[in-house]
């Protein structure tokens, strides 16, 4: 009988760990040594030449460049009281644009830019900011103009074009900030003329060019431009459901702006020419049974008087209907808006023909047109 050694299993063990050493060294080896795989050749894409750009690119390239300086980044701030602790703060009410108007540090925006405004800051294309003093307002025009003091260096004003003569289909160009984005450029074309909307006073103005170049908040005051780079109008509204541009908006035309903007300057209001009366609600003319302007009173003096204009009255407890204008020269009025509006094409000291109805019957009366608020 054959007796195995007593240490006969634990050598059995250190030949497999030394089997198991040898194996995984083994796979070391081979994978330690393995030569290196080459990394791919990565070939460079040339870049390909463009070219010169396109005219009609350079030209609006060079239009941007130009123009740029002159328009101008505008904050409307509001000063609050704390109601618990009575302190004063100021805080940023709204943005828009503006662009500037002469070297004399002049500065055109629209009304409801800077309506309600207890400071305002102009800042130019050159990031300076400056303080601006309120030279004057035409609500009804939605224009304003301000004055900063920035030297003459700084002020590089835009050329003036005209807005009777644009087409509907020519290039049109608008520089502003929308949603406080400063120098953005949009272009467009004339999509439409003679339209007309609303003033913040609830005014018609009219005239007005609608575009398709992307007007949004921010953009209001900020300048439209012809392909020249001459300005042809202040942008002031869009329409939009959605409160962005929904290739849509509204500038007030430059002949308007070429008339009014003067008059601000040198009086501090758009000085306009009128007769002297005051007029019936246009619902209760309508009411009535009123087609035109019915005139209610006469000013002492006024043009309308010596002219020999008769307001409403009472006669033997009955009253009596004042004359009704119809037409103002061979423009035809039938509410006070129209009236209005057809007095901003004169000025003061002018002559018109007005057409009247009195007591059935119809009459033409010639007035001059004297200053009215």
């Known amino acids: ?21 040898f194996i995984l060294l083994g796979w070391w080896v081979f994978f330690a040594y393995q030569p290196p795989v080459p990394a791919p050749e990565v070939v460079p894409i040339p870049v390909t030449a463009r070219g010169d750009l396109a005219a009609d690119e350079q030209s609006t390239i060079a239009l941007f460049r130009s123009a740029s300086p002159a328009v101008v980044y505008i904050t409307n701030i509001e000063v609050r009281r704390n109601i618990f602790s009575l302190n004063i703060h100021e805080i940023p009410q709204g943005t828009g644009s503006g662009f500037i108007w002469d070297k004399q540090g002049r500065v055109v925006t629209n009304y409801h830019v800077i309506e309600s405004a207890s400071r305002v800051e102009v800042t130019l294309a050159d990031r300076s900011t400056w303080q601006a003093t309120l030279v004057g307002v035409a609500p009804d025009k939605d224009l304003a103009v301000l004055q900063i003091s920035a030297p003459a260096e700084k002020l590089a004003p835009l050329p003036l074009g005209e807005s009777h003569n644009l087409q509907v289909g020519q290039k049109v160009f608008a520089i502003g900030n929308p949603f406080g984005l400063d120098q953005t450029l949009t272009s ?186």
């Open 1 to 21: 009988m054959i007796i195995p050694p007593a240490n006969a299993p634990r050598q059995k063990r250190i030949s497999f760990a030394v089997l198991l050493l």
């Open 188 to 373: 467009g074309i004339v999509s439409a003329l003679g339209r007309e909307i609303q003033s913040a006073t609830g005014r018609t103005i009219q005239g007005v060019v609608q575009t398709d170049a992307a007007i949004n908040p921010g953009n209001s005051g900020g300048p439209l431009l012809d392909s020249a780079g001459r300005l042809i109008g202040v942008n002031t509204a869009i329409y939009s459901p959605s409160g962005g541009s929904a290739g849509i908006g509204f500038a007030v035309p430059v002949d308007d702006v070429a008339k009014v903007i003067p008059e601000i300057i040198q009086h501090g209001r758009l000085i306009r020419p009128g007769l002297g009366i005051a007029v019936a609600d246009e619902q209760i003319a309508r009411r009535v049974g009123v087609t035109g302007v019915l005139i209610i009173n006469i000013q002492p003096g006024s043009s309308a008087e010596a002219a020999g204009l008769r307001g409403t009255r009472r006669i033997r407890g009955e009253i009596v209907f004042g004359d009704i204008i119809l037409a103002v020269d061979d423009r035809k009025v039938s509410s006070y808006d129209d009236l209005r509006n057809a007095m901003d094409q004169y000025k003061v000291g002018d002559k018109v023909t007005l057409t009247i109805e009195r007591e059935g019957r119809q009459m033409q009366l010639r007035v001059v047109l004297e200053e009215v608020g």
